[in-house]
């Protein structure tokens, strides 16, 4: 009996220790959310600005570029997973991976070779646990992205893009990433990257109205530069948003953590106040019934 | 007379923003200056300073690079990866 009022409390003890540690990841988690958050909406005046003039090319030239055109035959596409490099997140890096997943059994059915580009330790966990090939990863800086990473991210898969299919280059890019919606909600999302997909103007601008542009030194050698550059933020971007993400999820699954540590020690305290109650009882019983054999033998 | 509406962003924020009336900017081609009114136009930037001059007569230089210059009706944008107030 007493063993058993022993157990209990090592239980409770042990869901209290649980509980510590997992609150304080759920206040870590939610301080850094503000700061991610903060991050998202201070890239975005660039990534708009760098949009406006993609599409402003994309409207008032009609340049035959290797990087808006779509190739007749796609034989390999690029698939760029983000995650994180830790765990204790939900259900973050196993959504987005199992979008991944759909993802390049869709491309495989189109007839289509996958390459894959992994960030975050996560991602090349998965794919070493399960012996498939990558092309190529980083490790280590998903937590709060610095746009060296993405400029290196983008310069890899846009190295791909301009190989030739036949040494191995790609013809598509796709991007994986967890899109921070809201603080409950994190949505895995794909994005084709290139060829571009520029949303045309509805309506041919006037000329009259709207002059041609004026590109310096010519419309070109601006889309060849312009080009990478709108890879970039748009990979930083994917970066940002998927570190906002992931402390949305821990703090979410922490704070499911905690709660379930609390129910547990209500649960266990009941049940060691139960065992105490009874060995009480039992101690009680073992007296009386004691007492009465002593009386008994007089 | 017109102003220009002008800012400055970098990969990771907006480094400057507000009214000029006068930017000079170096571009793969040489040194250009933009008035209110100018056509619109998207040039590549060479490593370098944009001067950007305020209503006021005051002058803010800017370091910018590998970044873009594009104006659109007196709308004035330098972006680039890495820019920053000099």
């Known amino acids: 009996m007493g063993s058993q009022l022993r157990v209990y409390r090592q239980k409770i003890k042990t869901a209290q220790t649980t509980k510590k540690i997992t609150k304080a990841m759920e206040l870590i988690a939610a301080s850094r959310i503000q700061k991610a958050q903060a991050r998202v909406a201070s890239t975005t005046p660039y990534s708009r600005a760098i949009t406006r003039a993609v599409s402003a090319v994309a409207t008032y030239s009609n340049v035959e570029h290797v990087l808006t055109t779509e190739p007749e035959k796609i034989e390999r ?195 060691a106040n139960n065992a105490r109650q009874a060995e009480i009882t039992q101690q009680i019983s073992e007296i009386v019934g004691g007492a009465d054999a002593l009386v008994a033998a007089k | 007379m017109a102003a220009l509406n002008v800012s400055v962003v970098s990969a990771d924020r907006e480094v400057w923003s507000g009214e000029a009336s006068m930017v000079v900017a170096r571009t793969v081609e040489g040194e250009i200056g933009i008035l209110p009114g100018h056509e619109p136009m998207l040039a590549i930037l060479a490593g370098g300073e944009v001067r950007v001059t305020l209503p006021g007569g005051e002058k803010i230089a800017a370091s910018a690079e590998d970044g873009f210059l594009s104006v659109q009706s007196d709308v004035v944008q330098v972006v680039a990866s890495r820019a920053a107030l000099s």
């Open chain 1, 77 to 271: 596409a690029a698939v760029v997973i983000l995650t994180s490099d830790r765990g204790l997140a939900g259900a973050f890096n196993s959504q987005v991976l199992r979008e991944a997943e759909e993802l390049s059994e869709l491309l495989r059915s189109q007839g289509k070779e996958v390459v894959y580009f992994l960030v975050g330790r996560k991602a090349v966990g998965y794919f070493q646990f399960r012996r498939r090939g990558f092309e190529r990863q980083w490790v280590g800086s998903s937590e709060s992205p610095e746009f060296d990473l993405a400029q290196e991210v983008a310069e890899a898969v846009l190295e791909a893009f301009l190989r030739d299919a036949a040494d191995g280059g790609v013809d598509e890019i796709h991007v994986v990433y967890n899109r921070f919606v809201s603080m409950m909600t994190q949505t895995p999302e794909v994005v084709r990257l290139l060829p571009l997909e520029v949303v045309e103007g509805v309506e041919e601008p006037d000329a009259t109205v709207q002059p041609l542009y004026e590109f310096e030194p010519d419309v070109e050698t601006v889309l060849d530069a312009l080009l990478p550059v709108y890879i970039e933020s748009r990979i930083f971007n994917a970066l940002l948003q998927s570190a906002a993400a992931k402390h949305a999820a821990t703090q979410k699954a922490m704070k499911a953590a905690s709660d379930n540590a609390d129910k547990l020690i209500t649960d266990y305290t009941r049940l």
